[in-house]
């Protein structure tokens, strides 16, 4: 009965040792791993190898003190400087510079830049108060002047001009061109509108067209009327319905179809 136990402790102990000899370089190798970590440094949180503490740059196989100037402060990023500058500060060489605002202006979201209130433009590092002319309004843009005429005005320089719409016209939004259009049956000529005179058998299309109207199918434009077209033997309307081409396999020889 001694015996047994005697047998199984030393079986016991015997497996102890192993175990030990087992894990004995995984633990010289941890142990050999953190003393290769330098002085202001620690491992990794993934992966192996090792990194600076914040407020130090990784030089050679050492960690390197970062001199932060004034309104900076220290960034964990490998690359760089190793730090930035506080909001309101630009970086200027070295050192953190602040951003001068000046009147009637405020500082940007991201700190580093600055933009004119409403009302204001900027011009060189100032802003200017912008200058409305009568009929007019401050524009959602802070580019070009500034502002925009009311409806019925269109800007002439610094001022609101009322626009001139002329009988049997009416007033578009248009900023371009007149800022006016005629009514259907009529074109624009020398600030007027003139009415298009359309023959019989022809029908109004529009001002772009050039003469402003066309002719009814079957018939073709003859100066300022609408001639009747003569359709010789084996030949049709063509696909526009102003002119005529012969059937197949006749072709035109001097405005008649004749066999090839």
Not at 32 to 39: A, C, R, V
Not at 54 to 73: H, M, Q
Not at 127 to 150: E, F, M, Q, R, T
Not at 195 to 213: E, L, M
Request: charged share 25%; aromatic share 12%.
């Amino acid at each position: 009965m001694k015996s047994d136990r005697r047998s199984k402790f030393h079986l016991f102990c015997l497996y102890v040792a192993l175990l030990m000899i087992a894990f004995l370089p995984v633990a010289n190798a941890a142990q050999d791993y953190s003393t290769k970590i330098p002085k202001n440094a620690h491992a990794q949180a993934y992966g192996s190898g090792w990194e600076c503490d914040l407020g130090y740059v990784k030089s050679d196989e050492s960690c390197t003190a970062i001199i932060v100037p004034a309104n900076a402060y220290p960034t964990n990023d490998s690359y760089g400087t190793g730090w930035d500058c506080k909001r309101g500060y630009n970086q200027n060489n070295k050192a953190c510079v602040a951003v001068k605002t000046p009147d009637n202006s405020y500082l940007v979201s991201s700190g580093d830049a600055w933009k004119c209130l409403r009302g204001f433009q900027k011009i060189d590092e100032g802003c200017v108060a912008i200058n409305v002319p009568n009929h007019g309004y401050l524009a959602n843009d802070s580019y070009d002047s500034g502002w925009k005429c009311d409806r019925g005005y269109r800007p002439s320089g610094d001022v609101c001009k009322k626009i001139q719409v002329p009988e049997n016209g009416y007033f578009s939004d248009a900023s371009y061109d007149t800022g006016w259009k005629c009514n259907r049956g009529f074109r624009a000529k020398n600030d007027k509108c003139n009415q298009v005179k359309v023959p019989k058998n022809g029908y109004f299309v529009g001002i772009n067209s050039r003469s402003g109207w066309e002719c009814e199918r079957g018939y073709k434009v003859s100066r300022t009327s609408c001639a009747i077209i003569a359709i010789p033997e084996n030949a049709h309307l063509d696909y526009s319905g102003n002119d005529w081409e012969c059937d197949r396999p006749y072709t035109n020889r001097q405005k008649k179809c004749v066999l090839r």
